[in-house]
Structure formats: structure tokens, C-alpha cells
């Protein structure tokens, strides 16, 4: 999987800043240094509206169709992923578990399967079956391309949500990556969420 950065709102914390400072009538008090304890105390009070003013713009490449059928739910984001009706997927790849590629006899069920659903679909293509319903035969571990864009609140959402123990391993590596990145942008608004030794994202006391 690989998680690109294509955009997010220029200045994102000064921008936050300056919509938090509206709503106190405090604007007298934001200067160079203002922003990230501004933006903290806003995070650690819940405050968390204002966050919407900044947006972000990731694409995702070598997720499963499983992945992004779990994503695309998060209706408060926007998404133009990969088409099957449009793209052939002749050459597709799959992604494989690992608890399916860490034992042999699973892994070979697997990879059968995956194999004989790629030729399924080849072979109806063959026949003049259009693209739009060879692709039903295909299963969800094919890999796609995804563009994902949200507001930072939305953000938070999906992270913490996506990110906990208990969601599925693939799109909890999502959204792992997606926060390294947004630390890195907008430290202060993702302060207190980080990643533990288990790879679930756990949120720290402020």
C-alpha cells in the first residue's frame, strides 16, 4: 500500500486558528507563535468544528476492493477511485492476508482462487462480455487506486475509528499512514492521537 499527500490547506493550523479566534473574539491575540497552543486547546476542549476549515487530499495505491468498500462509507468524505468499467483488469493483482500467505495450504486455496477468477474474467471479455459484467466474477482482493479527500475533523473521524484494535488489519494500515502524514502537516490538531506497539492508534491525555 502507498499513501501520497496531494494537497492540504495552506497554513492549515493558521487557518484553524483564525476560525477559532472568530468564534471567541479573541483575533487580538493570534501572532507567529500563536497557532500551535491555539489549535491544541481547541482539540483537548472538543472543539473540534473548526477543524473543518482545512482539508486534505491523499491517494492510495495497492489497497484491496475490500478495503475501499469498508472506506467509500465515510460519506463525509470525497473519493474518485479506479473503474472497472473503464479500466480492463486483464493484469490485476491481488492482495493477500497474511494470515492467508503465513500457511502454505491457505495460500495455495488462495491463490487458486484468484487465478481462476482472473480467468474467468479474461475469457468473458474474450467472448464480448463488456468489462462493466466480466468484472463480477472478480473478488474483493483486487487491487485498486483510490484518491480520498476530507476536512481534518472528518479526518480525526476516520483515523480513530479505522485506526482502533478492532478494525480489519488493511484499512487500519491506512489509516496509520494517513496520521504519520497529518502529524506531520498539522501536528497540533492530531497531537494526541499516536500509534502503539501494536500498530493501533490509541489517543494520549492532552
Known sequence: MKVELLAITPDCEKVIERAGRTCYMS???ANSESASRFVRMLVTRGHHSVLEHATAVFAVSGLSRACTHQLVRHRLCSFSQKSQRY???????????????????????????????????????????????????????????I??????????HVIELRGSRHAQ???????????????RE???VFFDLDVDADGCIVRQAP
Open 186 to 188: 498539522a501536528p497540533n
Open 147 to 156: 484518491v480520498l479527500s476530507a476536512n481534518l475533523r472528518e479526518l480525526r
Open 27 to 29: 483575533l487580538e491575540g
Open 169 to 183: 488489519w488493511e484499512i487500519r494500515r491506512l489509516a496509520v499512514a494517513l496520521l504519520r502524514i497529518l502529524k
Open 87 to 145: 479500466v480492463s483488469e486483464s493484469e490485476a493483482d491481488f492482495v493477500m492476508p497474511e494470515s492467508i500467505s503465513s500457511d502454505g495450504d491457505a495460500r495455495e486455496v488462495f491463490t487458486a482462487s484468484t487465478s481462476a477468477s482472473l480467468a474467468s474474467y479474461r475469457k468473458l471479455v474474450e467472448l464480448g462480455i463488456p468489462r462493466e459484467d466480466a468484472r463480477f466474477v472478480l473478488p474483493g482482493a483486487v487491487e485498486t487506486d
